[in-house]
Protein backbone atom coordinates (compact mmCIF):
# COMPACT_ATOMS: atom_id res chain seq x y z
CA UNK A 1 0.00 0.00 0.00
CA UNK A 2 1.01 3.39 -0.54
CA UNK A 3 1.37 5.72 1.45
CA UNK A 4 1.70 9.40 1.15
CA UNK A 5 4.74 9.76 3.04
CA UNK A 6 6.61 6.88 1.15
CA UNK A 7 5.19 9.58 -2.39
CA UNK A 8 7.05 12.02 -0.95
CA UNK A 9 10.41 10.49 -0.13
CA UNK A 10 10.18 9.13 -3.67
CA UNK A 11 8.81 12.59 -4.81
CA UNK A 12 12.26 14.16 -3.42
CA UNK A 13 14.25 11.11 -4.72
CA UNK A 14 13.31 12.19 -8.35
CA UNK A 15 13.98 15.86 -7.61
CA UNK A 16 17.74 14.81 -6.15
CA UNK A 17 18.02 12.70 -8.85
CA UNK A 18 17.12 15.52 -11.73
CA UNK A 19 18.81 18.61 -9.92
CA UNK A 20 22.02 16.16 -9.69
CA UNK A 21 22.50 13.87 -12.38
CA UNK A 22 25.37 12.40 -11.10
CA UNK A 23 23.68 10.83 -8.16
CA UNK A 24 22.44 8.78 -11.10
CA UNK A 25 25.37 6.92 -12.47
CA UNK A 26 25.26 3.61 -11.54
CA UNK A 27 28.55 1.41 -11.22
CA UNK A 28 30.15 0.10 -14.00
CA UNK A 29 28.88 -3.55 -13.14
CA UNK A 30 31.98 -6.13 -12.91
CA UNK A 31 32.20 -9.27 -11.53
CA UNK A 32 29.39 -11.93 -11.08
CA UNK A 33 25.77 -11.11 -11.70
CA UNK A 34 23.95 -9.73 -8.61
CA UNK A 35 21.00 -8.08 -8.05
CA UNK A 36 20.34 -4.39 -8.41
CA UNK A 37 20.22 -2.47 -4.82
CA UNK A 38 17.43 0.13 -4.58
CA UNK A 39 19.48 2.78 -5.32
CA UNK A 40 21.11 1.07 -8.31
CA UNK A 41 17.43 0.27 -10.00
CA UNK A 42 16.61 3.83 -9.16
CA UNK A 43 19.50 4.68 -11.43
CA UNK A 44 18.90 2.49 -14.16
CA UNK A 45 15.12 3.88 -14.11
CA UNK A 46 16.28 7.43 -14.76
CA UNK A 47 18.75 6.34 -17.23
CA UNK A 48 15.65 5.22 -18.91
CA UNK A 49 13.81 8.13 -18.73
CA UNK A 50 16.63 10.05 -20.25
CA UNK A 51 16.69 7.36 -23.34
CA UNK A 52 13.30 8.07 -23.57
CA UNK A 53 13.35 11.73 -23.40
CA UNK A 54 16.84 11.95 -25.97
CA UNK A 55 18.83 13.41 -23.55
CA UNK A 56 21.06 10.62 -23.63
CA UNK A 57 21.93 11.49 -26.98
CA UNK A 58 23.13 15.11 -26.63
CA UNK A 59 23.72 17.13 -28.86
CA UNK A 60 24.72 15.82 -32.14
CA UNK A 61 26.37 18.14 -35.35
CA UNK A 62 25.38 15.74 -38.55
CA UNK A 63 28.15 17.68 -40.66
CA UNK A 64 28.67 18.60 -44.30
CA UNK A 65 25.96 16.36 -46.14
CA UNK A 66 23.31 17.24 -48.41
CA UNK A 67 20.03 17.01 -47.80
CA UNK A 68 16.96 15.77 -49.82
CA UNK A 69 13.87 16.84 -47.96
CA UNK A 70 10.47 17.85 -48.76
CA UNK A 71 10.29 21.74 -47.36
CA UNK A 72 12.91 22.38 -50.15
CA UNK A 73 12.47 20.97 -53.91
CA UNK A 74 16.10 21.17 -54.60
CA UNK A 75 18.84 19.68 -52.59
CA UNK A 76 21.09 21.76 -50.71
CA UNK A 77 25.14 20.96 -50.52
CA UNK A 78 27.60 20.92 -47.73
CA UNK A 79 24.85 21.28 -44.83
CA UNK A 80 25.19 20.61 -41.00
CA UNK A 81 22.08 19.27 -39.04
CA UNK A 82 22.12 19.73 -35.56
CA UNK A 83 20.21 17.18 -33.43
CA UNK A 84 19.37 18.24 -29.73
CA UNK A 85 18.42 15.03 -27.97
CA UNK A 86 15.33 13.67 -30.33
CA UNK A 87 15.20 16.79 -32.36
CA UNK A 88 16.37 18.61 -35.19
CA UNK A 89 17.26 22.20 -33.77
CA UNK A 90 18.72 23.96 -36.67
CA UNK A 91 19.69 23.46 -40.59
CA UNK A 92 22.36 25.72 -41.51
CA UNK A 93 25.09 25.86 -44.09
CA UNK A 94 28.73 24.67 -43.02
CA UNK A 95 29.77 28.01 -43.50
CA UNK A 96 27.36 29.77 -41.01
CA UNK A 97 28.26 26.95 -38.08
CA UNK A 98 30.68 28.92 -35.34
CA UNK A 99 33.09 27.33 -33.30
CA UNK A 100 30.78 28.08 -30.46
CA UNK A 101 28.15 25.94 -32.16
CA UNK A 102 30.95 23.34 -33.03
CA UNK A 103 31.93 23.27 -29.22
CA UNK A 104 28.74 21.97 -27.48
CA UNK A 105 28.05 19.35 -29.69
CA UNK A 106 29.57 16.08 -31.41
CA UNK A 107 30.39 16.17 -34.64
CA UNK A 108 29.47 13.23 -36.68
CA UNK A 109 31.31 13.54 -40.35
CA UNK A 110 28.78 13.50 -43.07
CA UNK A 111 30.66 14.44 -45.71
CA UNK A 112 29.63 13.60 -49.00
CA UNK A 113 26.69 11.68 -47.57
CA UNK A 114 23.27 12.01 -48.59
CA UNK A 115 20.65 13.00 -45.87
CA UNK A 116 16.78 12.13 -46.20
CA UNK A 117 14.00 12.03 -43.55
CA UNK A 118 12.85 8.78 -41.78
CA UNK A 119 10.99 6.30 -44.24
CA UNK A 120 7.66 5.69 -43.17
CA UNK A 121 5.31 2.54 -44.19
CA UNK A 122 1.96 3.76 -44.34
CA UNK A 123 0.76 0.17 -44.55
CA UNK A 124 2.13 -2.78 -42.82
CA UNK A 125 0.76 -5.40 -40.16
CA UNK A 126 2.61 -6.28 -36.83
CA UNK A 127 -0.07 -8.50 -35.08
CA UNK A 128 -2.90 -9.91 -37.35
CA UNK A 129 -1.59 -12.99 -35.80
CA UNK A 130 0.44 -11.97 -32.44
CA UNK A 131 3.98 -13.30 -32.49
CA UNK A 132 6.36 -10.89 -30.80
CA UNK A 133 10.02 -12.47 -32.03
CA UNK A 134 8.52 -13.02 -35.58
CA UNK A 135 7.46 -9.00 -35.90
CA UNK A 136 10.31 -7.78 -34.01
CA UNK A 137 12.40 -8.98 -36.33
CA UNK A 138 10.70 -7.71 -39.17
CA UNK A 139 10.59 -4.04 -37.38
CA UNK A 140 14.40 -4.58 -36.81
CA UNK A 141 15.01 -5.20 -40.78
CA UNK A 142 12.90 -1.96 -41.23
CA UNK A 143 14.71 0.21 -38.61
CA UNK A 144 18.07 -0.15 -39.78
CA UNK A 145 17.24 0.22 -43.51
CA UNK A 146 16.15 3.72 -42.29
CA UNK A 147 12.32 3.20 -41.87
CA UNK A 148 11.55 5.16 -38.40
CA UNK A 149 7.72 4.97 -38.41
CA UNK A 150 5.15 2.42 -39.33
CA UNK A 151 1.53 3.10 -39.73
CA UNK A 152 0.02 -0.87 -38.51
CA UNK A 153 -3.47 -0.79 -40.18
CA UNK A 154 -4.87 -3.43 -37.47
CA UNK A 155 -4.05 -6.36 -35.95
CA UNK A 156 -4.78 -7.45 -31.88
CA UNK A 157 -4.10 -3.62 -30.28
CA UNK A 158 -2.95 -5.21 -27.20
CA UNK A 159 0.09 -6.49 -28.67
CA UNK A 160 0.73 -3.46 -31.06
CA UNK A 161 -0.02 -1.47 -27.51
CA UNK A 162 2.93 -3.37 -26.18
CA UNK A 163 5.32 -3.61 -29.37
CA UNK A 164 4.73 0.21 -29.85
CA UNK A 165 5.78 0.63 -26.14
CA UNK A 166 9.32 -1.09 -26.58
CA UNK A 167 10.27 0.79 -30.03
CA UNK A 168 9.28 4.13 -28.34
CA UNK A 169 11.82 3.62 -25.55
CA UNK A 170 14.19 1.77 -28.04
CA UNK A 171 13.90 -1.55 -25.76
CA UNK A 172 13.99 -3.56 -28.65
CA UNK A 173 15.54 -1.65 -32.27
CA UNK A 174 12.42 -0.63 -34.12
CA UNK A 175 10.58 2.13 -35.84
CA UNK A 176 8.18 3.92 -34.18
CA UNK A 177 4.97 2.25 -34.69
CA UNK A 178 1.17 4.03 -34.94
CA UNK A 179 -1.38 1.49 -35.15
CA UNK A 180 -5.32 1.34 -35.62
CA UNK A 181 -8.18 0.45 -34.11
CA UNK A 182 -10.69 -1.17 -36.88
CA UNK A 183 -14.51 -0.53 -37.30
CA UNK A 184 -16.54 -2.54 -39.38
CA UNK A 185 -19.85 -3.97 -39.84
CA UNK A 186 -20.80 -7.41 -38.62
CA UNK A 187 -20.51 -9.54 -41.04
CA UNK A 188 -16.49 -9.21 -40.96
CA UNK A 189 -16.43 -10.41 -37.65
CA UNK A 190 -16.30 -14.39 -38.71
CA UNK A 191 -12.97 -13.17 -40.70
CA UNK A 192 -10.37 -15.65 -39.24
CA UNK A 193 -8.02 -12.47 -38.95
CA UNK A 194 -10.27 -11.09 -36.81
CA UNK A 195 -10.27 -13.74 -34.46
CA UNK A 196 -6.75 -14.15 -34.34
CA UNK A 197 -6.33 -10.69 -33.58
CA UNK A 198 -9.57 -10.74 -30.70
CA UNK A 199 -8.31 -13.73 -29.04
CA UNK A 200 -9.41 -14.63 -25.65
CA UNK A 201 -12.40 -11.50 -26.29
CA UNK A 202 -14.78 -11.57 -28.77
CA UNK A 203 -13.89 -9.89 -32.36
CA UNK A 204 -16.49 -7.10 -32.88
CA UNK A 205 -17.03 -6.49 -29.42
CA UNK A 206 -13.68 -4.86 -28.51
CA UNK A 207 -12.67 -1.39 -27.84
CA UNK A 208 -9.73 -2.16 -30.91
CA UNK A 209 -12.03 -4.20 -33.06
CA UNK A 210 -15.57 -2.93 -33.46
CA UNK A 211 -19.07 -4.08 -34.81
CA UNK A 212 -20.62 -0.82 -36.05
CA UNK A 213 -24.46 -1.08 -36.54
CA UNK A 214 -27.03 1.73 -36.44
CA UNK A 215 -27.81 0.66 -32.77
CA UNK A 216 -23.82 1.71 -31.60
CA UNK A 217 -23.03 4.44 -29.65
CA UNK A 218 -20.32 6.21 -32.33
CA UNK A 219 -18.74 8.86 -29.70
CA UNK A 220 -18.62 6.14 -27.14
CA UNK A 221 -16.80 3.77 -29.60
CA UNK A 222 -14.44 6.10 -31.04
CA UNK A 223 -13.79 7.03 -27.69
CA UNK A 224 -13.04 3.57 -26.57
CA UNK A 225 -11.17 3.05 -29.52
CA UNK A 226 -8.61 6.36 -28.38
CA UNK A 227 -8.17 4.38 -25.46
CA UNK A 228 -6.62 1.70 -27.15
CA UNK A 229 -3.50 3.70 -27.35
CA UNK A 230 -4.60 3.71 -31.26
CA UNK A 231 -3.37 6.93 -33.37
CA UNK A 232 -6.36 6.12 -35.92
CA UNK A 233 -9.39 4.42 -36.77
CA UNK A 234 -9.44 1.88 -39.82
CA UNK A 235 -13.08 1.59 -41.71
CA UNK A 236 -12.93 -1.68 -43.16
CA UNK A 237 -14.66 -4.10 -45.18
CA UNK A 238 -18.48 -3.27 -45.20
CA UNK A 239 -20.23 -0.33 -44.05
CA UNK A 240 -23.22 1.52 -45.37
CA UNK A 241 -22.31 5.26 -46.58
CA UNK A 242 -23.73 7.01 -43.88
CA UNK A 243 -22.41 4.90 -41.05
CA UNK A 244 -18.98 5.94 -43.01
CA UNK A 245 -19.70 9.37 -42.44
CA UNK A 246 -20.67 9.24 -39.34
CA UNK A 247 -17.89 7.56 -37.90
CA UNK A 248 -15.03 10.28 -39.83
CA UNK A 249 -16.92 13.12 -38.42
CA UNK A 250 -17.36 12.22 -34.71
CA UNK A 251 -13.88 11.02 -35.21
CA UNK A 252 -13.01 14.31 -36.54
CA UNK A 253 -14.48 16.02 -33.70
CA UNK A 254 -12.33 13.79 -30.95
CA UNK A 255 -8.92 14.75 -33.24
CA UNK A 256 -8.48 11.26 -34.16
CA UNK A 257 -7.57 10.45 -37.83
CA UNK A 258 -9.66 8.19 -39.93
CA UNK A 259 -8.07 5.46 -42.29
CA UNK A 260 -10.52 3.85 -44.91
CA UNK A 261 -10.43 1.17 -47.39
CA UNK A 262 -10.92 2.84 -51.04
CA UNK A 263 -14.26 1.44 -50.83
CA UNK A 264 -16.38 -0.29 -47.69
CA UNK A 265 -19.70 -1.69 -48.90
CA UNK A 266 -22.49 -1.07 -49.74
CA UNK A 267 -20.85 2.49 -49.73
CA UNK A 268 -19.49 3.69 -52.27
CA UNK A 269 -15.52 5.10 -52.92
CA UNK A 270 -17.18 8.57 -52.78
CA UNK A 271 -18.29 7.76 -48.89
CA UNK A 272 -15.30 7.82 -47.42
CA UNK A 273 -13.55 10.70 -48.93
CA UNK A 274 -12.79 13.29 -46.33
CA UNK A 275 -11.09 10.53 -44.00
CA UNK A 276 -7.61 11.09 -43.34
CA UNK A 277 -6.31 8.42 -46.00
CA UNK A 278 -7.97 5.56 -48.28
CA UNK A 279 -6.12 2.61 -48.99
CA UNK A 280 -5.67 0.34 -52.10
CA UNK A 281 -5.59 2.28 -55.51
CA UNK A 282 -7.22 -0.96 -57.56
CA UNK A 283 -10.30 -0.99 -55.14
CA UNK A 284 -12.21 1.57 -57.23
CA UNK A 285 -12.51 -0.93 -59.72
CA UNK A 286 -15.43 -2.66 -58.22
CA UNK A 287 -17.47 0.29 -58.33
CA UNK A 288 -16.60 0.80 -61.74
CA UNK A 289 -16.59 -2.16 -63.25
CA UNK A 290 -18.93 -4.08 -60.76
CA UNK A 291 -21.49 -1.54 -59.36
CA UNK A 292 -24.11 -3.62 -57.98
CA UNK A 293 -21.73 -5.43 -55.61
CA UNK A 294 -22.76 -4.81 -51.99
CA UNK A 295 -20.76 -6.94 -50.07
CA UNK A 296 -16.54 -6.89 -49.25
CA UNK A 297 -14.91 -10.64 -51.11
CA UNK A 298 -11.98 -11.39 -52.58
CA UNK A 299 -14.26 -13.67 -54.78
CA UNK A 300 -16.19 -11.73 -57.50
CA UNK A 301 -13.14 -9.69 -58.69
CA UNK A 302 -13.64 -7.10 -62.19
CA UNK A 303 -11.77 -7.67 -65.43
CA UNK A 304 -9.53 -5.30 -64.80
CA UNK A 305 -8.70 -5.47 -68.25
CA UNK A 306 -11.62 -3.33 -68.61
CA UNK A 307 -10.54 -0.49 -66.72
CA UNK A 308 -8.29 2.27 -68.46
CA UNK A 309 -7.64 5.77 -66.30
CA UNK A 310 -10.12 7.38 -68.90
CA UNK A 311 -12.87 5.77 -67.68
CA UNK A 312 -15.06 8.67 -66.99
CA UNK A 313 -15.67 7.17 -63.23
CA UNK A 314 -12.33 7.12 -62.24
CA UNK A 315 -11.47 10.37 -63.63
CA UNK A 316 -14.75 11.26 -61.21
CA UNK A 317 -13.50 9.64 -58.20
CA UNK A 318 -9.59 10.86 -58.95
CA UNK A 319 -11.07 14.66 -59.36
CA UNK A 320 -13.36 14.15 -55.86
CA UNK A 321 -10.06 12.50 -54.41
CA UNK A 322 -8.52 15.28 -55.00
CA UNK A 323 -11.03 17.85 -53.82
CA UNK A 324 -11.23 15.85 -50.52
CA UNK A 325 -7.98 16.35 -49.07
CA UNK A 326 -7.43 12.79 -48.36
CA UNK A 327 -4.64 11.51 -48.96
CA UNK A 328 -3.88 8.07 -51.00
CA UNK A 329 -1.75 4.63 -49.67
CA UNK A 330 -2.09 2.78 -52.73
CA UNK A 331 -0.23 -0.36 -51.82
CA UNK A 332 1.37 -0.89 -54.98
CA UNK A 333 3.06 -3.94 -53.42
CA UNK A 334 -0.15 -6.06 -53.20
CA UNK A 335 -0.57 -6.18 -57.13
CA UNK A 336 1.75 -8.44 -58.56
CA UNK A 337 3.36 -7.33 -62.10
CA UNK A 338 1.27 -8.86 -64.57
CA UNK A 339 4.24 -10.90 -66.07
CA UNK A 340 4.27 -12.23 -62.56
CA UNK A 341 0.42 -13.14 -62.53
CA UNK A 342 -0.79 -16.82 -63.78
CA UNK A 343 -3.87 -18.19 -64.84
CA UNK A 344 -3.34 -21.25 -62.73
CA UNK A 345 -4.10 -20.22 -59.29
CA UNK A 346 -6.98 -17.93 -60.18
CA UNK A 347 -4.22 -14.74 -60.49
CA UNK A 348 -5.79 -13.82 -63.71
CA UNK A 349 -8.47 -11.93 -62.19
CA UNK A 350 -6.00 -9.94 -60.00
CA UNK A 351 -5.14 -6.34 -60.69
CA UNK A 352 -1.87 -6.09 -62.21
CA UNK A 353 0.41 -3.52 -60.64
CA UNK A 354 0.87 -1.79 -64.08
CA UNK A 355 -2.90 -0.98 -64.10
CA UNK A 356 -2.40 -0.11 -60.79
CA UNK A 357 0.52 2.35 -61.74
CA UNK A 358 -1.29 3.88 -64.15
CA UNK A 359 -4.49 4.57 -61.80
CA UNK A 360 -1.80 6.43 -59.03
CA UNK A 361 0.16 8.18 -61.90
CA UNK A 362 -3.58 10.02 -62.39
CA UNK A 363 -4.30 10.75 -59.00
CA UNK A 364 -0.89 12.15 -58.63
CA UNK A 365 -0.75 13.96 -61.64
CA UNK A 366 -4.76 15.18 -60.50
CA UNK A 367 -2.49 16.80 -57.18
CA UNK A 368 -3.72 14.12 -54.81
CA UNK A 369 -0.86 13.68 -51.97
CA UNK A 370 0.05 9.51 -52.17
CA UNK A 371 1.54 7.81 -49.62
CA UNK A 372 3.94 4.58 -49.28
CA UNK A 373 2.82 1.85 -48.01
CA UNK A 374 3.46 -2.07 -48.50
CA UNK A 375 0.48 -3.70 -47.02
CA UNK A 376 3.30 -7.16 -47.38
CA UNK A 377 6.53 -7.93 -46.53
CA UNK A 378 9.77 -8.69 -48.83
CA UNK A 379 10.94 -12.03 -48.68
CA UNK A 380 12.48 -13.27 -45.17
CA UNK A 381 15.60 -13.36 -47.34
CA UNK A 382 15.82 -9.95 -48.62
CA UNK A 383 18.07 -7.72 -46.50
CA UNK A 384 16.19 -5.00 -47.41
CA UNK A 385 12.20 -4.46 -46.11
CA UNK A 386 8.98 -4.16 -48.90
CA UNK A 387 9.03 -0.40 -48.72
CA UNK A 388 12.15 0.14 -50.73
CA UNK A 389 10.02 -2.12 -53.86
CA UNK A 390 7.17 -0.19 -52.67
CA UNK A 391 9.23 3.35 -53.18
CA UNK A 392 10.46 1.73 -56.27
CA UNK A 393 7.49 0.74 -57.57
CA UNK A 394 6.28 4.75 -57.58
CA UNK A 395 8.95 5.66 -59.95
CA UNK A 396 8.72 2.56 -61.83
CA UNK A 397 5.17 1.85 -62.55
CA UNK A 398 3.65 5.41 -61.55
CA UNK A 399 6.26 7.35 -63.23
CA UNK A 400 7.33 9.09 -60.27
CA UNK A 401 10.60 11.43 -60.21
CA UNK A 402 12.52 9.54 -57.05
CA UNK A 403 12.23 12.89 -55.51
CA UNK A 404 8.86 12.50 -55.89
CA UNK A 405 8.50 9.18 -54.20
CA UNK A 406 10.89 10.02 -51.37
CA UNK A 407 8.13 13.09 -50.65
CA UNK A 408 5.68 10.40 -50.45
CA UNK A 409 7.15 7.87 -48.55
CA UNK A 410 8.22 10.59 -45.88
CA UNK A 411 6.00 13.60 -46.21
CA UNK A 412 2.96 12.33 -47.60
CA UNK A 413 3.04 9.02 -45.16
CA UNK A 414 3.74 11.29 -42.17
CA UNK A 415 0.19 13.20 -43.12
CA UNK A 416 -1.26 10.37 -43.24
CA UNK A 417 -0.57 9.13 -39.40
CA UNK A 418 -1.71 12.95 -38.37
CA UNK A 419 1.99 13.77 -37.52
CA UNK A 420 3.20 15.92 -40.02
CA UNK A 421 3.96 18.31 -37.27
CA UNK A 422 6.38 16.34 -35.88
CA UNK A 423 8.27 14.33 -38.84
CA UNK A 424 8.30 13.89 -42.84
CA UNK A 425 10.90 16.54 -43.97
CA UNK A 426 14.82 17.68 -42.08
CA UNK A 427 13.04 20.97 -40.38
CA UNK A 428 13.94 22.54 -37.21
CA UNK A 429 11.22 21.55 -34.37
CA UNK A 430 10.60 17.84 -36.13
CA UNK A 431 11.39 14.87 -34.57
CA UNK A 432 15.24 13.86 -35.15
CA UNK A 433 14.41 10.90 -37.94
CA UNK A 434 16.61 11.15 -40.45
CA UNK A 435 18.55 8.76 -42.68
CA UNK A 436 21.70 9.17 -44.01
CA UNK A 437 22.53 7.63 -47.47
CA UNK A 438 26.15 6.79 -49.47
CA UNK A 439 24.91 7.42 -52.67
CA UNK A 440 22.60 9.87 -53.97
CA UNK A 441 19.03 8.62 -54.27
CA UNK A 442 17.72 11.53 -56.68
CA UNK A 443 20.12 10.40 -59.35
CA UNK A 444 18.90 6.16 -59.02
CA UNK A 445 15.76 5.86 -56.49
CA UNK A 446 17.88 2.16 -55.87
CA UNK A 447 20.24 4.01 -53.64
CA UNK A 448 18.00 3.96 -50.97
CA UNK A 449 19.67 0.69 -50.26
CA UNK A 450 22.80 2.57 -49.81
CA UNK A 451 21.92 3.16 -45.64
CA UNK A 452 24.83 4.51 -43.64
CA UNK A 453 23.01 5.23 -40.60
CA UNK A 454 19.16 5.48 -39.67
CA UNK A 455 18.62 8.14 -36.50
CA UNK A 456 15.16 8.13 -35.00
CA UNK A 457 14.66 10.57 -32.56
CA UNK A 458 17.98 11.21 -32.22
CA UNK A 459 19.02 7.55 -31.73
CA UNK A 460 21.77 6.05 -34.03
CA UNK A 461 20.80 2.61 -36.05
CA UNK A 462 24.18 2.18 -38.00
CA UNK A 463 23.83 -0.41 -40.93
CA UNK A 464 26.75 -2.05 -40.31
CA UNK A 465 25.74 -2.97 -37.20
CA UNK A 466 23.01 -4.97 -38.96
CA UNK A 467 23.84 -8.72 -39.99
CA UNK A 468 20.47 -9.63 -41.89
CA UNK A 469 19.47 -13.58 -40.77
CA UNK A 470 16.58 -14.94 -42.70
CA UNK A 471 13.21 -13.94 -41.21
CA UNK A 472 10.67 -17.18 -40.61
CA UNK A 473 7.83 -16.16 -40.51
CA UNK A 474 5.03 -18.75 -38.85
CA UNK A 475 2.00 -16.40 -40.19
CA UNK A 476 3.03 -17.44 -43.46
CA UNK A 477 2.88 -21.10 -43.26
CA UNK A 478 6.29 -21.78 -41.41
ZN1 LIG B 1 -3.76 -4.03 -44.92
Same mark, same amino acid.
Given at each position: ?78 ? &? ?8 ? =? ?106 ? +? ?17 ? +???? &? ?74 ? +? ?11 ? =? ?21 ? +? ?13 ? &? ?16 ? =? ?112
Amino acid at each position: MSTIPNRLALLTAAILLVAFPALAQAPAPSGPVRPLSRDEFRAQVYRQLDTLAGRATGRVIYAGVTIISPDAPNPRHNM &AIIVAGDRIE =AVTPMAALDAKAREAAEVYDATGLYAIPGLIDSHVHNATTPNRPNAEQHLRREIYSGVTAVRDMAGDVRALADLSRSALINDIPSPDIYYAALMAGPSFFTDPRTMTA +SLGLTPGQMPGMRAITDDT +SIPL &AVAEARGTGATGIKIYANLPGPLIKAIIAEAKRQGMPVWSHAQVFPGSPLDPLGSTSVSHICMIADWVLNPDKQSY +SHADAPDYSKLTT =ANPNVQRYIAALRQSGSVLDATL +SVYPPRKDLTATNGD &AVRCPRELAGELTAAAHE =AGVPVTAGTDSTSEGTDPWPQLDEEIESLVRFAHFTPYEAIVAATRNSAIALGKQDQMGSIEPGKFANIVLLKYDPLTDIGNLRSVVVTIKRGHRFRRADYSHRPIVDPELGQ
